[in-house]
């Protein structure tokens, strides 16, 4: 109990601070490991999976539990990136701690070799991103997308009971495994009141645009533009380029100034599913349906029972 309440402060610390990055250069890009190395004691690298501004990501090997694991870690040249281990060890003990069949497993939070970062090790899926289905297969049926949102509102619920929002809800942050959808990622979580810009230019909530106080409704933005996307084969934003800038010189967000075109404008599909998606694009977070609500919706329209659903 010791050890989850002094986890506990440690978030909260680092949660008083504003959730953004600024641009910062960190020097040359540190090396990738090649298979065979070592990420941290008892886990050896299979293989590298991605690398972002902040992250890398390895399928490795974990020589205790005899499994194939994912392993996120800092780039190396962002071992000493105080903002950034903070997000990530956030992140290691919010997957370690919460457990939901629609969210991904945290095993636990190491210390990789040299240099010295934390690593955050959670289970593999058997599965594709609901990114990479809609690139390879294309729109889903209006009925899958209500099964996908139901899973999904079940998810964002449990973690808006536990007092925090997820930020980055969108298909690649998606596994779909058996039936199942698996929500990925929490390295932009916050607590719910407090300030974030952070997030994913297409997915983004005016409310994150302006870096104002998070609430769920946030993620009934990140939902919408989800559902809107695997159903119109298009972002609400993709029109917009992500490098155009304002007046001033900042990053231009298309959602600060009004509400994307209705589902509708493309692709004919049931009104009752239609208006279920574009109320949780709603500018205003105040007139935005709760995940609880798009859910009871998605239920009532498709039939789907989610305590039967799968049996």
């Known amino acids: 109990m010791r050890a989850q309440a002094e986890?506990?402060?440690?978030?909260a610390a680092s949660a008083d601070s504003y959730y953004s990055e600024d641009e910062q250069d960190w020097g040359e890009p540190g090396p990738v490991l090649v298979?065979?190395?070592?990420?941290a004691p008892g886990y050896r690298v299979v293989d590298h999976l991605r690398r972002g501004?902040?992250?890398?990501?390895?399928?490795?090997?974990?020589?205790?539990?005899?499994?194939?694991?994912?392993?996120?870690?800092l780039r190396p040249e962002r071992a000493e990136d105080e903002q950034a281990i903070g997000w990530l060890r956030n992140e290691g003990v919010m997957l370690t701690q919460l457990t939901h069949p629609h969210l991904v497993r945290g095993y636990e939070i190491v210390r990789t070799a040299p240099p010295d970062r934390p690593a955050v090790i959670t289970e593999t899926l058997p599965g594709l991103?609901?990114?990479?289905?809609?690139?390879?297969?294309?729109?889903?049926?209006?009925?899958?997308?209500?099964?996908?949102?139901?899973?999904?509102?079940?998810?964002?619920g449990y973690l808006h009971r536990r007092g925090w929002v997820h930020l980055d809800v969108k298909p690649s942050n998606v596994v779909q495994t058996g039936g199942r959808a698996v929500l990925l990622d929490l390295s932009l979580a916050c607590r719910v009141g407090e300030r974030s810009s952070a997030g994913t230019f297409d997915y983004l909530s005016p409310e994150q645009a302006r870096g104002?106080?998070?609430?769920?409704?946030?993620?009934?933005?990140?939902?919408?533009?989800?559902?809107?996307?695997?159903?119109?084969g298009t972002t609400p934003w993709a029109h917009v380029s992500h490098r155009e800038r304002t007046s001033h010189g900042g990053r231009y967000y298309p959602?600060?100034?009004?509400?994307p075109a209705p589902l509708r404008t493309h692709r004919r599909l049931p009104a009752a599913l239609s208006?279920?998606?574009?109320?949780?694009?709603?500018?205003?977070?105040?007139a935005r349906?709760?995940?609880?609500?798009?859910?009871g919706r998605l239920v009532n329209w498709s039939g789907i029972d989610p305590m039967t659903f799968g049996d």
């Open 275 to 286: 208006r279920t998606v574009d109320a949780c694009l709603a500018p205003d977070p105040t």
């Open 7 to 11: 986890d506990e402060q440690a978030i």
């Open 129 to 156: 991103t609901l990114g990479y289905l809609l690139d390879e297969v294309g729109r889903l049926r209006p009925v899958d997308a209500a099964v996908l949102g139901i899973q999904l509102c079940s998810v964002l």
């Open 255 to 259: 959602q600060r100034d009004g509400a």
């Open 35 to 39: 298979p065979g190395a070592e990420l």
């Open 289 to 295: 349906p709760t995940v609880a609500e798009v859910s």
């Open 212 to 232: 104002e106080p998070m609430s769920p409704a946030a993620d009934t933005w990140g939902l919408g533009s989800t559902l809107y996307e695997v159903l119109a």
């Open 53 to 73: 501004s902040r992250l890398d990501v390895y399928d490795v090997w974990s020589e205790e539990r005899g499994c194939r694991c994912v392993a996120k870690t």
